[in-house]
């Protein structure tokens, strides 16, 4: 099973991006997938999820609004929209499938499958 995180780069506050998160070995229509970032110093955020149909999303408090989360089944991919970004969404963003419940809590992907990560830098 692989999952591949892409999408990151520079931008200026204000931009928007769209992350992807592209997998493979997997049933991926099985398979809730979530959004975390970790910025320098501080602690993995749990940001976003989704339900492996697609029709149901979650959001975090500190996200809400800013963040859309979607996916491709037919494509393996799930997408991470950020509009009106901010510095302080910077860090490293990374994506997890899991088959645990609930797939709205951050640690039920702690023994899931991990990307790599991509790296988002918002300049002010």
């Known amino acids: 099973v692989q999952l591949q995180a892409s999408g990151g780069e520079l931008v200026q506050a204000g931009g928007s991006l769209r992350l992807s998160c592209a997998a493979s070995g997997l049933t991926f229509s099985s398979y809730p997938v979530g959004w975390f970032r970790q910025a320098p110093g501080k602690e993995r955020e749990f940001v976003a999820a989704i339900s492996g149909s697609g029709s149901t999303e979650y959001y975090s408090a500190s996200v809400k609004g800013r963040l859309t989360i979607s996916r491709d089944n037919a494509k393996n991919t799930v997408y991470l929209q950020i509009n009106s970004l901010k510095p302080d969404d910077t860090a490293v963003y990374y994506c997890?499938?899991?088959?645990?419940?609930?797939?709205?809590?951050?640690?039920?992907?702690?023994?899931?499958?991990w990307g790599q990560g991509t790296l988002v830098t918002v300049s002010s």
């Open positions: 997890a499938a899991t088959t645990g419940r609930p797939w709205t809590t951050g640690r039920t992907y702690h023994d899931g499958y």
